[in-house]
Structure formats: C-alpha cells, structure tokens
C-alpha cells in the first residue's frame, strides 16, 4: 500500500524535474551573424618602415641613396658603386607609426653632431620624410637643386 501512495508523488516528481531542467542545447555547425561578431580578431598592426630603402627615381644605377631605419634612427647615405663608396647624407630621428596606415609622415630631427664633418651630408637641422603608395619620400638640395627622393624598401 505504501507503493501505490508514494507512486502518484515520484510520478509527479518526475514529470516537475522534467519540466523544469534547462533544455538542451544543440550545435547545428552554423553560427549566426552576431556569433561572428563576437569573435575576436587579431588588432592590425602599426606600418613597418624598418628595414632597407633604395633610391629608385636616380639618373644612374651605380650611384643612388640608401636609406636604413632601425629603431628611432633613420640613416641615409650616397652610394657610388663604381667606385664602391658610401657618404653620409642623413642620421636623424625616426618616428615609427602607431597604427596601420596607408600614408605616413614625420619630421626627423639630425643628428648634427654625427654629420658635422660629413662632407656631402645635409646642413637642415629637420627634415620632413612621407610614407606613401610604398614610397618613401624626402627634398633633397644639393649644389642649389632641389629634387623629392623616391625610396622602395629592399
């Protein structure tokens, strides 16, 4: 007789568990557009113009400048390699871009104490470089003419 008293409790006992569990979740292998939101994606990274620049509007292959950018420093020397010799042009600073970027520009400040007794090295105390369409770009003067270098990274 105890069976049949307790049998409607655990029959309803179970029917109120059933009813009241969470429903289980199912993975259809798609997600959704919000889904795809959430993700996260990898920040894109700042515009690296370290490395080797060459010269590429000069009037000759075998003479041409050179640009290095390492760290904060930007140095640009006069290449003659039919005569396999280096000047110094520039050693100035170098303000690396903060984020990722098409065009980018930044006023170098030389280092005048290193090109003091460069004899072909610039006397500006600044000198303005843009970044753009893989392009580096500055003035140079030289014997009163002025032309914008064209550098692409080596």
Do not use: H
Request: net charge negative; charged share 20%; proline share 3%.
């Amino acid at each position: 007789m105890k069976l049949r008293t307790l049998a409607p409790f655990v029959l309803a006992a179970l029917v109120l568990t059933a009813c009241s569990a969470p429903a289980a979740e199912t993975d259809t292998g798609t997600t959704t557009d919000t889904d795809a939101s959430t993700e996260t994606e990898a920040p894109a990274e700042p515009l690296d113009l370290t490395g080797e620049w060459r010269q590429i509007n000069s009037n000759s292959a075998e003479s041409y400048q050179q640009a290095t950018i390492a760290g904060d420093v930007i140095t640009i020397d006069w290449v003659n390699e039919s005569e396999s010799t280096t000047a110094i042009y520039w050693i100035g600073s170098y303000e690396a871009p903060t984020e990722d970027t098409e065009s980018f520009s930044w006023t170098s400040a030389g280092d005048i104490a290193a090109m003091e007794n460069a004899l072909l090295a610039s006397q500006s105390k600044t000198k303005d470089f843009t970044y753009e369409g893989g392009k580096l770009m500055y003035e140079l003067t030289a014997i009163g003419v002025t032309m914008t270098v064209e550098m692409e990274k080596q």
